[in-house]
């Protein structure tokens, strides 16, 4: 088994400053969010997601032995993927599609996290995709949502703990959905 590497996508960051141009405040929104994203070290989720899936995954089919690799891939075609990663019999392909920070529509000053990311498992010798699903996560306690600044300051330690938070509970999900299709 193998999990696929990828590169991190745009991070959005949304203000209601930047919202309001068009493709030129999202533009800002990609500038804005991917330097906040490098500053703080902010990691993709996907890399969590896919090793925690891949262990658990291999614990339960008796796979010991999880490859790594260093070879980023760009493609989501099931061939192309298949025929990067063939030295392994399962290919676990987790890739963010979006994840940003946005205010709360009727609270400008308030912001939340969102997350959406897919989950592929891929038998690399038959070509063909064995589980799929999606998650979306966003954050709904608007009464507690952090300001634009706390959701950054500390080294971004609310935007990883909502990150974190959100990562866990796609786990959740994807799992849960694993079981349903083995039944």
């Keep these: 088994m193998v999990i696929s590497k990828r590169k991190a996508p745009d991070f959005l960051a949304t203000t209601a400053m930047n919202v309001q141009f068009g493709m030129i405040g999202v ?4 500038s804005a969010g991917n330097k906040k994203i490098k500053e703080n070290s902010v990691e993709d989720p996907a890399g969590y997601i896919a090793n925690v899936l891949a262990t658990e995954l291999g614990q339960a089919l008796g796979i ?3 490859m790594s690799t260093s070879s980023v891939t760009e493609s989501t075609k099931v061939n192309e993927l298949s025929e990067q990663y063939k030295d392994a019999d399962l290919l676990v392909d987790v890739q963010t599609v979006g ?4 205010y709360y529509n009727t609270d400008w ?3 939340r996290v969102i997350y959406n990311s897919v989950f592929r498992l891929i038998d690399t010798k038959k070509k063909t995709v064995l589980l799929q699903s999606k998650c ?3 954050q709904d306690d608007k009464e507690n949502a952090p300001s634009y600044d706390q959701l950054f300051e500390n080294n971004a330690a609310v935007l990883k703990s909502s990150l974190k938070a959100h990562a866990d509970a796609c786990i959740s999900d994807f799992k849960t959905k694993m079981l349903n299709s083995a039944s």
């Design 109 to 111: 000053n308030n912001y």
């Design 64 to 66: 010991n032995t999880i």
């Design 99 to 102: 994840w940003q920070s946005i």
């Design 136 to 138: 979306s996560k966003n």
């Design 27 to 30: 533009a800002q929104q990609v």
